[in-house]
């Protein structure tokens, strides 16, 4: 497993925030500078003592960590990011995800209703970020920390609100970048409501390719020194999901049958990429299928369905 890539005289470490148990899920991405170090992304707050742990194991603790940079603010991506402004850290986002760090009640309301009861459990507390600790960037802003030197680009797609950011050829892709597990030649999208929309991630593929990238780096999970390929794979994915909507959406299938054809969909892809059981959970850990269903739904019904 690569967990560490030198970019400059700068050193990336993949720091695993075993969510639910499960390695290789959610990560953050830790970047030592001469004042401390910064994050991208910071996981929910139910990881935050693994994450402590982790950054205790390199000799740091959260104190130490200057900046969280979001590339949006889904809970496992933000949750923690209040907590560490707490302990001084700036908080650096997209400006349409700024206002629900700073008054939080209506994304954990969205996230409630997806959620219910498993909400603690799953995500912990999402603490408000206050504005003087919050750093708000435009679309190909320059965000210089300490000379680590960070490029935003506004990608929508899976979420209005999402950077990717570039350091010197390395490409922090969030979500944009799909989820793949470390070892695998698997692509998996996350694809949510209310704002999963397949031209908009198509776009932002074609941003993401007009720059000169040599690392990916998607919050699940990992680093990969195969750009190409593994664009060109999320756009296989899009592919692949707009033309089972294409095929299953305009059946109006029953709930129960529209999630049996979705999941027998995504284990025929995983079996063709020689996916096992081991990995296959970690995948369904996450990108929660259900989740990509109702996003699914949602877009399909408001962009696609023929009046």
């Known amino acids: 497993m690569q967990n560490q890539l030198q970019v400059n005289d700068h050193t990336i470490h993949t720091l695993d925030l075993n969510f639910m148990g499960i390695r290789g899920a959610i990560s953050c991405y830790m970047i030592p500078h001469q004042d401390g170090v910064v994050l991208v992304e910071c996981g929910p707050g139910s990881t935050i003592p693994v994450l402590q742990a982790q950054l205790n194991s390199f000799g740091y603790n959260a104190n130490d960590v200057t900046d969280v940079l979001l590339t949006h603010i889904h809970l496992d991506h933000a949750g923690a990011s209040g907590w560490f402004a707490e302990r ?40 408000p970020v206050p504005e003087s600790q919050l ?75 007009s720059q000169e990238i040599f690392h990916i780096l998607p919050t699940h ?58 990995d296959m959970n970690v995948y369904r850990t996450a990108n929660p299928p259900e989740i990509s269903m109702l996003g699914i739904q949602r877009y399909w019904h408001k962009y696609r369905q023929q009046s």
């Open 135 to 209: 750093n708000i960037h435009h679309d190909r802003e320059i965000i210089d920390i300490n000379n680590l030197v960070f490029l935003p680009l506004d990608t929508p797609g899976h979420a209005s609100h999402h950077f990717a950011y570039l350091l010197a050829g390395a490409c922090f892709s969030g979500d944009i970048g799909g989820v793949r597990m470390t070892g695998a030649r698997h692509i998996r999208l996350p694809m949510p409501p209310p704002e999963f929309h397949l031209e908009h991630w198509r776009s932002s593929l074609d941003i993401l390719r």
């Open 221 to 278: 999970f990992g680093i990969f020194s195969d750009p190409d390929w593994h664009l060109a794979a999320v756009e296989g994915a899009l592919d692949d999901v707009e033309a089972w909507m294409v095929q299953y959406m305009p059946e109006n299938l029953s709930a129960d049958e529209f999630e049996n054809e979705f999941l027998k969909w995504e284990r025929q892809r995983a079996r063709a990429d020689l996916i096992d059981n081991h």
């Open 88 to 127: 001084g850290a700036q908080i650096h986002v997209h400006p349409v995800g700024a206002p629900h760090l700073i008054d939080p009640q209506k994304l954990l309301a969205s996230a409630g209703r997806i959620y219910g009861d498993r909400m603690d459990l799953l995500w912990g507390e999402f603490l």
